[in-house]
């Protein structure tokens, strides 16, 4: 997908890209080979398929599911689309007609589409904004016809979303009625639909649908004020009606706030990032996508104080988000409680497709390097090594009683992180709009073929990645080309150093790139090394939770531990700092990683066998081995305790 003419730089697309890393291969096979086969097996067993079938046969009534459970087979499609860019497998793309044929069919005459209000209550569509997702169900249709589209060049699922767009400007757009999204998700989806057709009517949607939250008063809580003739009112929803749960999240002491989905004042007004985190994201996605398209400084002054705010005192150390369950989000500054904490697998992911759009837009290292730490630590820890388990909510502490999932009620997760391995090469380049230039923002191991300013250019990334802190890039085009090369020298990295052909030639820039600005060709190569030192980190003092306690890490990754690891629960354990840990890597481990082994010291809690509290005096504190393992792989082997924040010593 190309980026908008705003943009200073757009990322690789996937069919330029072909990954083969040490790292992230077996994962992304997994996905492709596992995942993916088991997530449609999914969709068939939780009638997710049979509402579209049904739809097409012109049923009525029996409808499966939650209310936005079409959604799934979309974020399904999409991450199969991303498989075919660039793997041929007639199967996978026999299945995926199929079930494009499916959706085509379940499609109403005047392109509406939403298998809950064909099937249940056809006379309410679009009177429960708030709560019954049609507007996001259609947005990730779009995306799934844009993915689609562009690794096929087949405009089958494009026409069932452009006709559905079509409808939703024609109830939405100029002189339509006054709605927005209680989900944001269809905003980012329309300027991709722009980019696909040229339609600048799609455009235009996107921006009135992001213009319109926060309104006073809010068209949807009006809803709730006229809720006996509202769809889905009755709908049961984790044991509630749909409305009770709308009221839970959407009403405060009786009266509307809008806080839950972005909508308590305008966005460019918004001075913290507030709410559900996945609406927050998607919203913010669509509001960067926008900017590459539309120059509004007013917006992207908001996208960058809302960023500070999150990353600087609403986000966790794995780059997870969200910390309250009751509402799946952000509660106030520093408050990030870790065996609580929410962090939902699809706000890390929402995270990072937010984090993409602001670095095409500005080309700064800081949002490269937000992708990367959420990449690593809050949304792999949500996928199981079998790749058949999903977490939904991903803690920083657990007493060993939480753990992965085959599947869920509301199953937006586990399609969500295969739409974003299957489109992992997205993430890895990017070239610049205003020069000829190409950024390498992530060590992935890959080969390469592509243009930078109209010239053909082929490459291979090698690197040990996120183990060793190196990696070489060899190219192997013919011709000579000439551009500048930046490679990203992540913030945390030190004594990073360049060499072109085994000499030195630059240094980190202020930028946080190292740049080599030649002519390239067959045999030249480059390598970027940095130390990946072990690192202790302490959180603000004014997060609670986290006090008297410290976070190990080491490069991208963020460590835990495990009582797997351990000959005494490890709430009992302390540790005084980065000195006490070396790396060593354990090939026959969690599939292959580099563990922190060190020293610590454990309370003898058989000291407390007879009283809930007693004097420290006297209690025996005892040296013993500790290993940290990398935050992701956890609740992979037997049943325990974990924890990222030990005590310091």
């Given amino acids: 997908m190309p980026a908008g003419p705003l943009a200073r730089a757009e990322s690789l697309p996937i069919a330029d890209v072909d990954i083969d890393d040490a790292f992230w291969s077996d994962r992304v096979e997994t996905n492709r080979d596992v995942t993916i086969a088991h997530q449609y097996d999914q969709l068939e067993a939780n009638g997710c398929l049979e509402n579209l079938r049904r739809a097409a046969d012109g049923e009525t009534g029996d409808f499966q599911g939650p209310m936005f459970i079409d959604s799934d087979a979309y974020k ?85 979303a452009t006709a559905f767009a079509d409808r939703i400007d024609d109830e939405f757009g100029p002189d339509g009625r006054n709605g927005v999204p209680g989900h944001e998700e269809i905003e980012l989806a329309l300027v991709k639909l722009y980019r696909v057709t040229d339609e600048e009517r799609y455009l235009d949607l996107a921006q009135h649908f992001l213009d319109a939250r926060g309104q006073d008063p809010s068209p949807l809580a009006d809803e709730f004020e006229r809720s006996d003739a509202i769809g889905g009112a009755e709908f049961i929803h984790h044991g509630n009606t749909a409305l009770e749960e709308a009221r839970n999240h959407f009403l405060r002491e009786g009266a509307y706030d809008g806080s839950y989905a972005q909508d308590h004042r305008p966005i460019r007004e918004q001075e913290t990032v507030e709410g559900h985190s996945v609406r927050a994201m998607y919203c913010y996605t669509g509001v960067a996508s ?141 070239r610049s709009t205003e020069e000829d230039a190409l950024y390498v923002n992530q060590y992935v191991g890959s080969t390469v073929e592509t243009t930078i300013g109209g010239e053909r250019v082929s490459f291979a990334q090698r690197t040990e990645y996120p183990w060793e802190g190196e990696t070489t890039i060899e190219f192997t085009h013919d011709d000579p080309v000439s551009f500048d090369l930046r490679l990203r020298v992540p913030e945390w990295a030190t004594n990073a150093e360049l060499t072109v052909g085994g000499d030195a030639v630059s240094e ?20 970027l090394s940095f130390d990946l030192p072990v690192d202790a980190v302490g959180a603000d003092p ?31 354990v302390t540790v005084s700092g980065a000195e006490s840990f070396d790396p060593v ?23 407390w066998s007879d009283a809930l509290y007693r004097s420290l005096d006297g209690v025996d504190r005892t040296e013993i081995d500790v290993t940290a393992v990398p935050y992701y792989a956890w609740d992979n082997r037997e049943s325990g305790s974990m924890t990222v924040w030990p005590p310091r010593s």
């Fill in 76 to 160: 399904w499609l999409e991450a199969a689309s991303y498989v075919l860019a660039n793997h041929e497998d007639p199967d996978l793309r026999e299945r995926v007609d199929d079930v494009i044929d499916l959706v085509a069919d379940a499609q109403a005459d005047d392109g509406y589409l939403n298998t809950y209000f064909q099937l249940v209550e056809p006379e309410k569509r679009w009177t429960s904004l708030s709560f019954m997702h049609e507007l996001y169900c259609a947005g990730h249709l779009v995306e799934a016809a844009v993915a689609h589209y562009e690794a096929t060049g087949e405009d089958s699922l494009v026409e069932v």
């Fill in 290 to 430: 926008l900017l590459q398209e539309v120059d509004d400084e007013e917006l992207r002054t908001a996208m960058e104080r809302l960023w500070e705010n999150m990353v600087t005192s609403r986000m966790y150390v794995t780059g997870g988000i969200g910390s309250e369950h009751e509402h799946e989000g952000f509660t106030e500054d520093y408050d990030l409680p870790n065996e609580s904490a929410y962090a939902e697998t699809c706000a890390a992911i929402g995270s990072i497709f937010w984090n993409r759009r602001l670095f095409e837009l500005t080309t700064e290292r800081k949002y490269a390097d937000l992708i990367e730490r959420t990449l690593y630590n809050g949304f792999l820890s949500g996928i199981g090594a079998d790749g058949e388990h999903f977490f939904y909510v991903n803690p920083l502490e657990t007493d060993g009683d939480h753990h992965r999932k085959e599947w869920f009620y509301v199953a937006c997760c586990p399609p969500n992180a295969a739409r974003l391995l299957a489109s992992l090469e997205r993430y890895v380049y990017a």
């Fill in 508 to 527: 980190p820039a202020a930028d946080g790139y190292v740049s080599v600005d030649r002519q390239w060709a067959a045999g030249d190569t480059v390598s």
């Fill in 542 to 572: 004014r997060v609670r939770a986290d006090a008297g306690r410290l976070a190990l890490r080491r490069g991208p990754l963020v460590y835990c531990l495990e009582d797997a690891d351990h000959s005494v629960p490890v709430e009992t």
């Fill in 585 to 607: 890597h354990e090939s026959d481990l969690l599939g292959g990683v580099t563990v922190l082994r060190g020293s610590g010291t454990a309370l003898d809690v058989d000291a």
